[in-house]
């Protein structure tokens, strides 16, 4: 009887450690996905506000244009 209980209880262990590796592979492919998403956003709102600063050294009524973008690119 015993040995019929070690056995379960070893193959719950593995079916249990087996179902572990798939959820944290899961997790794991899914944080890169969004680390990946985050640093394209990242680097897309630097080139934005890049182009925005830059927008605003032309001219005067620019400066304020670009003034108010960055503003609110800020709260984004």
Do not use: P
């Amino acid at each position: 009887m015993r040995e019929r209980i070690n056995a379960a209880l070893d193959d719950l262990e593995k079916t249990t450690l087996k179902e572990m590796d798939e959820v944290k592979a899961s997790w794991n492919a899914s944080l890169m996905l969004d680390v990946d998403t985050c640093s394209r956003l990242h680097s897309e709102l630097t080139r934005l506000s890049d182009a925005v600063q830059e927008i605003g050294t032309k001219n005067k009524k620019n400066a304020e244009l670009a003034f108010i973008a960055f503003q609110k690119s800020d709260y984004i």
